[in-house]
């Protein structure tokens, strides 16, 4: 998972691209980068740490041009301390690109092999992205016929990248002299968006990003979702193209975006990721009444911020008092998108503090948005208790993650999954919990879907099911030998 945006403007667009990765921090904090385009010349900056961390007024006055793009890391390929393997990635020919990648490639052992033997490029880092970033030139500088560069021959690119590359991607290029572009992987796994405004007698400013919080809040109007298999071009003039690039393109987008990783005031493929968590708590709420007494349920509580809003109907629903118990220190990351399982332990009770006064004596319910290492679970369950709980009764808005997460979220290995191979009730008594109670799967996708024209999710890391099946045991069993998380 991480944060891309692109824009093209007849105006500077350094601010902008930076007020952007700022809106989408929460998707990446390992490194970010943003390069822009001056002409034919790009600059580029790009530095481990956060946003604000990472770029200086100097560092902004170097990045000339009226078009750019930007990236916030989640390092789920390569190495996350590796600066080297932060994004942008450029390559000089055919023109000069370079590229902004969120997901993950599924054939990188294949693609490999292809980049050194077939197509003589070096591949100067372990990322995924640089990988896709070659493979486009590849197949763009095969389709070059004369000095100019038209969208037909975009798109012929495209499509041939589509057949030649596996997984989930939603990538933005610029292509020095020529213009802006942005496509998406034919299942749609992971999300982009296409928005417009006007800047008056000079023209219209395009931008294309992860989600729609970012087209908000600088005033764009949201031209729609880029579709799956779909590529969008727009020249450095600002006149805008798009192709469908992909044979069957399906919309499958990931359902850990809405239990988790997008912000909730986020649409993502017609759906609001605010509304999708509410109904989470919806069914959440259900089940709870099934498996639980009423009378051993005190109050409920959420983990802040992304379990909130399931929080707030589970306690509606049942007739419970909702109470906030646990106070979060902003300062602190996202603890499931920290490099390392010491770090992600760490941060746990320095992001969270729990009040004595909302625990003590009482049968606590607490909600979270997901289990996944059981990490931050096992912290929580602790830390209620020696605030003075009776019983915990933990809850999850999302199915048991059994199954790692090929597809841009970082789960690689089966052996860290607390739900790998265990039953529910072993699990509560690894987290130290009372009771433990998961979603549904099937009431996870309905709650996700409903009322929109979505009619199925990527939903592997519950399932097993790997929606581009080309995922084998053999490969998983390879991530795991060769990837940390």
């Not at 949201?222 to 919309?251: D, W």
């Not at 970082?410 to 072993?426: D, F, G, Q, T, W």
Request: glycine share 8%; with cysteine; hydrophobic share 40%.
């Amino acid at each position: 998972m991480c944060g891309i945006v692109g824009i093209v403007s007849p105006e500077p667009v350094n601010q902008q691209v930076y007020d952007a990765l700022l809106l989408l921090q929460h998707r990446g904090q390992d490194s970010t980068g943003i390069a822009t385009a001056d002409g034919s010349t790009f600059h580029i900056h790009k530095a481990k740490g956060q946003v604000r961390e990472a770029f200086r007024t100097r560092d902004m006055r170097s990045l000339l041009g009226k078009m750019g793009l930007g990236h916030v890391r989640y390092a789920t390929k390569g190495v996350a301390d590796n600066e080297q393997e932060a994004q942008p990635f450029y390559v000089n020919a055919p023109y000069g690109i370079i590229l902004v990648h969120n997901g993950n490639l599924t054939n990188t052992r294949e693609l490999a092999d292809d980049l050194f033997h077939i197509d003589r490029r070096h591949v100067n880092s372990t990322s995924d992205t640089e990988m896709l970033l070659n493979v486009l030139a590849t197949e763009l500088q095969s389709q070059i016929t004369g000095l100019e560069l038209d969208p037909d021959q975009v798109f012929t690119a495209v499509s041939q990248v589509h057949e030649r590359v596996e997984g989930s991607y939603a990538a933005i290029a610029m292509i020095a002299g020529h213009g802006l572009l942005a496509f998406r992987d034919p299942f749609g796994i992971r999300p982009l968006i296409l928005g417009r405004r006007s800047a008056g007698f000079v023209g219209d400013e395009w931008i294309v990003t992860s989600e729609s919080l970012v087209l908000e809040s600088a005033g764009y109007d949201v031209v729609r979702e880029v579709a799956p298999g779909e590529a969008i071009f727009i020249t450095t003039s600002g006149e805008m193209y798009s192709r469908q690039c992909a044979k069957n393109p399906r919309l499958v987008p990931c359902s850990f975006e809405y239990v988790y990783l997008a912000r909730p005031d986020s649409v993502m493929n017609g759906i609001s990721v605010y509304e999708a968590r509410l109904r989470l708590g919806d069914k959440l709420a259900g089940t709870i009444a099934e498996h639980t007494p009423m009378g051993d349920i005190d109050v409920v509580m959420p983990i802040p911020d992304s379990s909130r809003p399931a929080a707030m109907q589970v306690a509606q629903k049942l007739g419970i008092e909702y109470r906030e118990g646990f106070y979060k220190n902003r300062y602190v990351g996202r603890t499931f998108i920290m490099p390392g399982q010491a770090q992600r332990k760490k941060s746990v009770r320095q992001k969270l503090n729990a009040m004595s006064t909302e625990f003590k004596g009482k049968n606590i319910l607490i909600v979270d948005d997901s289990i996944v290492r059981g990490t931050t679970s096992k912290e929580i369950v602790d830390m209620a208790r020696a605030a003075g709980a009776n019983k915990v009764t933990f809850t999850s808005a999302a199915p048991p993650v059994r199954y790692p997460h090929v597809y841009g979220i970082n789960m690689p290995s089966r052996s860290e999954l607390v739900a790998h191979n265990r039953k529910i009730p072993e699990i509560a008594r690894e987290l130290g919990a009372d009771r433990l109670i998961y979603q549904e799967v099937e009431d996870m996708k309905q709650a996700i879907i409903q009322g929109s024209s979505v009619t199925d999710l990527e939903m592997s890391c519950f399932t097993g099911d790997y929606v581009t099946g080309t995922v084998t045991p053999e490969y998983l069993d390879w991530v795991e030998r060769n990837q940390l998380s």
